[in-house]
């Protein structure tokens, strides 16, 4: 079965420091693609990065990295130089095959950046 | 700016009422997707469009009816709700929604309560 688990309900962080939010993943299938998606309190849910299963390089996007580390079958998101901004619930999600394409999410991150 | 539209951003209607709640995109996507989401939970997927055609139904009450009535709309008309239906209801697009490096794109959402 496939399963994405994120394991922090909620994270303090001091604007300006890095922060790290954590997702493993479970799958069978060889080929996935790991998303982070933002979803401000306002509701919109905003994709932020991508990460393919075979991608030898971990994605990057402006502030947001991903650290794929595929052994230990993790895929974090790292938000350099965090803003009061980046303050949101943040969604890790997984699609393969076996998902039929579709998103299969983890129960999110509040995020809450203090000034 | 999201690049897929909904309206209304909000929605309150009795139990007998009927309504629709409407989706828009232009991105040229031919996978279109409707979604509820309650308070702090992820996205719980309701319906697949791909081409124009129904793909997915995720045993979604038939008081909840949608319709593509072209490549860009997307509709999901509503009728004898319960209160536990009030949620977010949040629309996506992806290219075709058959890879799984295809990030969904979403809208604002459309608040709805039921009463």
């Known amino acids: 079965a496939q399963k994405i688990t994120q394991t922090q309900p909620g994270m303090f962080v001091q604007e300006k420091e890095a922060v790290t939010l954590d997702c493993t993943y479970d799958t069978s299938d060889p080929s996935y693609g790991l998303f982070w998606y933002k979803q401000p309190s306002s509701g919109e849910m905003i994709f932020l990065i991508y990460q393919g299963s075979y991608d030898q390089q971990n994605a990057t996007e402006g502030r947001y990295s991903l650290n794929f580390q595929k052994a230990r079958k993790s895929a974090n998101l790292v938000i350099s130089a965090s803003q009061l901004g980046d303050s949101a619930m943040y969604f890790c999600a997984m699609s393969s095959m076996d998902s039929n394409y579709q998103l299969i999410w983890g129960a999110g991150t509040k995020l809450i950046i203090k000034p | 700016d999201t690049e897929v539209t909904q309206t209304p951003k909000h929605l309150v209607m009795g139990m007998t009422n009927k309504k629709s709640l409407k989706c828009e995109q232009h991105m040229g996507h031919r996978a279109m997707y409707w979604y509820k989401q309650k308070a702090k939970k992820p996205p719980e997927l309701m319906f697949v469009y791909s081409y124009e055609k129904l793909s997915i139904n995720e045993s979604v009450p038939s008081r909840f009816s949608p319709e593509c009535p072209n490549s860009s709309l997307l509709n999901l008309h509503l009728h004898a709700l319960q209160p536990e239906d009030s949620a977010l209801y949040l629309c996506?697009?992806?290219?075709?929604?058959?890879?799984?490096?295809?990030?969904?794109?979403f809208g604002d959402g459309t608040r709805l309560s039921i009463l």
């Open positions: 996506a697009s992806s290219q075709d929604g058959l890879a799984i490096n295809q990030p969904q794109h």
